[in-house]
Every structure is written in structure tokens, then in C-alpha cells.
């Protein structure tokens, strides 16, 4: 009459041991991660999102308080009006 559902932690925990039973990829070549990633999405589905979203994000080499401390300069009292697009316009502008 009832069907068993698997638990979704069970099968994360699963998904956990086929990758860690894996071992180390190596390659004397270069490696797309995110190509890899792609093609393994059926098996690893939860750890697929995961890279994608980590491996999506663009690298910076600006530390968040220098780019908060020039907002803080261009954000002052008397612009507090501005919208936000030309806010973001400016803040492009000085980079």
C-alpha cells in the first residue's frame, strides 16, 4: 500500500562515499572542472551544485574592506538619495 521512500540524507551519504571511493583524479593535461563536474552530474547530482555554485563564482583579488571602504565614500549623507543602479554605476566607474 505504501511505497518506501529512501531518506534523502541516506542518499547524500551515498552520493558522499561513491565520490571520497574515487580516489584522486590526476592528469599531466589540464583539467575543466567544471566540464568534469558536467559530465558526472547523473551520478553526483547534490555535489554537482555545489561545484557549480563554488566554481561559478569569479575569483578576486580585491579585499571586501577596501571595496566596503570605497563605498562608504561614495554612499555618503547627501547621496543617499541615488538608486541603486547609479550607485552601482559609480562604484564601476572607480574600479
Known sequence: MFKQVQNVGDEIGDEVKKYMG???VTSSLF???MEWWTTRKDVFPAHYHMAAD???M???STPSKCVNS???REF???RQSLSSSVFIQMMC???
Do not use: E, K
Open 93 to 95: 566607474l572607480h574600479s
Open 76 to 78: 555618503t549623507v547627501a
Open 54 to 56: 563554488y566554481l561559478g
Open 22 to 24: 574515487l580516489g584522486v
Open 70 to 72: 570605497m563605498g562608504r
Open 58 to 60: 569569479p575569483a578576486t
Open 31 to 33: 583539467i575543466d572542472m
